[in-house]
């Protein structure tokens, strides 16, 4: 079992940054490729990025490719989303997941086994 705890969200101006930290509890926390996905109003959840078990690799949706960045801890039990140049459009609710499969380019939501509650990231134009 994996307990997962997001933080870091809130209101920022366009081209401002913010990070997005996901505390994980479980000793198997090094062994789950992280995720996060977002859900804006009257959509549907979509994949953000991910990142391998070791943390060597990364895939990232291709509307966040260059401006955002995923990471992990894994002495601390936690990943981090680092978000530059945000946009209007980043204006979701932000969601950490972690799966027990290693294949971290599957951006099925389906794929993932533990979610986060999520925080709320608002991008004011």
């Known amino acids: 079992q994996v307990q997962l705890v997001e933080s870091g969200g809130g209101l920022v101006q366009a081209g401002g940054s913010l990070r997005l930290s996901c505390a994980a509890s479980?000793?198997?926390?090094?062994?789950?490729?992280m995720g996060w996905f977002r859900q804006a109003p009257g959509k549907e959840r979509e994949f953000v990025a991910a990142l391998s078990w070791r943390g060597g690799s990364t895939y990232y949706a291709d509307s966040v490719k260059g401006r955002f960045t995923i990471s992990r801890d894994n002495a601390e039990n936690t990943v981090y989303l680092q978000m530059n140049n945000l946009k209007p459009e980043d204006t979701a609710v932000y969601y950490c997941a972690a799966r027990s499969k290693r294949d971290y380019r599957d951006v099925d939501l389906r794929g993932y086994d533990y979610w986060g509650q999520g925080t709320q990231v608002t991008v004011s134009s």
């Open positions: 479980g000793r198997t926390f090094s062994s789950y490729t």
